[in-house]
């Protein structure tokens, strides 16, 4: 028990110090290290691995809607980024500027991308012609570089990974359904695949996309009551394309401009598991996207055949499983909180007197209940309980959310809720930003969404009184 201990007392208490625990989680569970550049973090193997199983289910979600993956380049010329005004406005204070090639100062500076919608339009301009080449639904990975002032792993930092999606259509409701869609996309993607309960909303003005005409959003609640915008998805109109002049010959053969969109999901999506599902011993990683599912621990691994009855499990779930075995020569108290730390689902656990009786033990990660399992059953007892797991995790965050989760008329109740813990506060509101800047003053509240499920609270603004037909979810957020 000592050893077990010892591996795990590095992590800070989750509710002792939250932002410190996030920290020891993302160091001590070998996600990310610090590099030289300041503010870029290293994505080390274990953290990578989260990352390209959910680029692999998600690139699959888009490819069954008909998209297409593209690279863009890395740069983008200042004249080009400022042909749509909003959209450089937006950016301007977070962009990173390439002056010299080589020892030659450059004629004009390159943008390193924030973004890439400039690039995307410059694009299409050229290779749009007709009505009969829409839609063009075009996705990336790739990384992308904003100049933030304070950094934390994942949640933000200076260079970090993602996709962006750009599609063009030929009539304003094909571009508002696959904005619509691809907002779906990620909310299932969050729910069914990570297990983290999301709201579903729009923006409001002064919170929408620079560029954009609309911006659609899923807002997570994490552990500590935090919201965290998981995934957003933007309608732009016409405007990009009038602004890069992207024109195609319509069905009456007239020019015609397209409607466009674009959405993205960053890997601050695994900042998301990791503040959402963590606790004191480390990480709990959904199973759909846990590099390892399943940890084999051999017990008394010196005495005869249970190495080899553990090599022989790990080569029949291998299959099925992403599976580890770990016979190497630390102790299986060092082994247990290892791969706790690492928020493996599923342990096994295999030592002479389970070979004896044909079974094994079972242990999962998140309630640490044991199961002592029939080697004959295994193919069919793991995925149930993983599935198990699954369902709790959820739960628990669902009900983490609800439980901190209050309406409010007046901006008394609202200040009120405000000071005495964190969490989501909905209430009416009257649309108008000057009564959303007094929330933020008033209450440290900024607006999450404006949630698709509304509900009727009341028939005033708590801000001003006057009369209130939206209902706003506020939060303090990462």
């Known amino acids: 028990m000592s050893e077990n201990k010892k591996m795990v007392e590095a992590i800070t208490p989750i509710n002792e110090d939250f932002a410190q625990w996030y920290t020891d989680i993302c160091v001590k569970a070998e996600l990310v290290d610090y590099s030289a550049v300041k503010g870029c973090v290293i994505l080390r193997p274990y953290g990578f691995a989260i990352w390209e199983n959910i680029q692999r289910l998600l690139d699959g979600r888009f490819k069954e809607t008909g998209h297409e993956n593209v690279a863009m380049p890395i740069f983008i010329p200042e004249s080009l980024l400022q042909k749509e005004k909003d959209h450089v406005e937006g950016f301007a204070p977070e962009v990173a500027w390439v002056t010299h090639g080589g020892l030659d100062e450059l004629e004009e500076r390159l943008c390193v991308r924030p973004t890439s919608e400039t690039l995307f339009c410059d694009h299409f301009a050229r290779v749009l012609h007709s009505y009969r080449d829409l ?71 002064s919170e929408k996309f620079a560029g954009a005409e609309a911006t659609y959003t899923i807002e997570a609640m994490m552990h500590d009551g935090k919201a965290l915008q998981s995934g957003t998805s933007h309608y732009f109109g016409d405007g990009f394309s009038r602004a890069f002049d992207v024109t195609f010959a319509g069905r009456n053969n007239k020019l015609e401009y397209p409607f466009q969109t674009s959405w993205g999901m960053s890997t601050r999506i695994i900042g998301a ?206």
């Open 273 to 478: 598991i990791i503040m959402t599902h963590g606790d004191d011993e480390g990480l709990i990683l959904p199973p759909q996207v846990a590099p390892i599912q399943l940890a084999i621990i051999p017990i008394a691994s010196h005495k005869p055949g249970v190495l080899e009855k553990a090599a022989e499990l790990k080569a029949r779930l291998a299959g099925k499983f992403r599976v580890k075995l770990d016979d190497s020569d630390n102790s299986p108290g060092w082994k247990f909180a290892q791969y706790e730390m690492k928020g493996v689902p599923l342990r096994l656990e295999i030592g002479p007197k389970d070979i004896e009786k044909n079974q094994c033990v079972l242990v999962r990660r998140d309630t640490r209940e044991k199961y002592f399992v029939s080697l004959d059953e295994l193919e069919t007892e793991i995925p149930r309980i993983l599935g198990l797991l699954e369902e709790n995790i959820y739960n628990r965050a669902l009900e983490n959310r609800e439980s901190r989760t209050v309406a409010c008329t007046t901006m008394d109740e609202v200040i009120k809720a405000s000071n005495e813990r964190t969490g989501f506060i909905k209430t009416m509101w009257c649309e108008s930003a000057e009564c959303e800047e007094q929330m933020k003053e008033q209450a440290g509240l900024s607006s999450r969404c404006m949630p698709f499920a509304q509900e009727h609270l009341s028939d005033v603004c708590p801000v001003c009184g006057k009369p209130a037909h939206k209902m706003v979810v506020w939060g303090k957020a990462y």
């Open 135 to 205: 839609p063009m639904l075009y996705n990336q990975w790739c990384s992308v570089v904003r100049w933030e002032k304070s950094t934390r792993p994942f949640l933000r930092s200076r260079e970090f990974w993602w996709q962006e999606g750009h599609t063009i259509h030929e009539t304003e409701q094909e571009a508002v359904t696959e904005t619509e869609q691809q907002l779906n996309c990620y909310a299932d993607f969050c729910e069914q695949v990570l297990k983290i309960p999301v709201i579903k909303g729009q923006k409001t003005e």
